[in-house]
């Protein structure tokens, strides 16, 4: 199954006609979840994959719903979490990076306190590298949160800048990695 994100996208098209001669395509585009999983149960699948961190939480629910191996729903839940992985690397003494929650711009002054300046600003949910933003100072930090749209929860993560060693990273090392506790 395939989830087509922007069907009428022509620079999708030619690897839609590449999936079609492997794998049966379903369109997904405005379905909940529950819909989701019952058109894949119909499928019959014996797996199920994704490339796409986006897709995790939706994952984990069609392979429970089908019966198939996958993370479990909370474990796709942590895996797009920005603040449990680390919360769990620190907590076994893996490695400290400091974080901490924000969910009201008057927590601003108190959250660089902690940290310290500069720091990254993430919203708590989501995947890959979605609205990061420098922070240089609190009030940075609060005008941004009043400008950004809420998550759910309206929670945020401020976090300490980690910088890389610029000696290391060439044409296929990065100077930083992310990595998340299963």
């Not at 603040?83 to 008057?106: F, I, K």
Request: proline share 10%.
């Amino acid at each position: 199954m395939v989830s087509r994100c922007e069907p009428r996208n022509p620079a999708y098209q030619a690897e839609w006609e590449q999936f079609g001669g492997h794998a049966e395509i379903a369109d997904i585009t405005g379905l909940g979840e529950a819909e989701i999983c019952r058109l894949a149960e119909n499928l019959g699948p014996a797996g199920v994959i994704t490339f796409s961190e986006y897709r995790l939480r939706l994952t984990a629910a069609i392979a429970e719903h089908c019966g198939l191996r996958f993370h479990s729903r909370a474990t796709a839940a942590a895996l797009t979490d920005k603040y449990r992985p680390r919360q769990a690397l620190s907590d076994a003494a893996v490695q400290h990076t400091g974080c901490v929650l924000v969910r009201d711009p008057d927590q601003a002054a108190t959250a660089l306190a902690e940290l310290g300046t500069p720091a990254i600003l993430k919203p708590r949910p989501g995947a890959g590298r979605v609205a990061p933003c420098l922070l240089p100072s609190a009030a940075q930090l609060r005008s941004r949160l009043l400008d950004l749209p809420a998550p759910g929860d309206r929670a945020f993560v401020p976090a300490a800048l980690l910088r890389g060693d610029p000696p290391l990273p060439g044409p296929v090392c990065a100077p930083l990695v992310s990595v998340a506790p299963l």
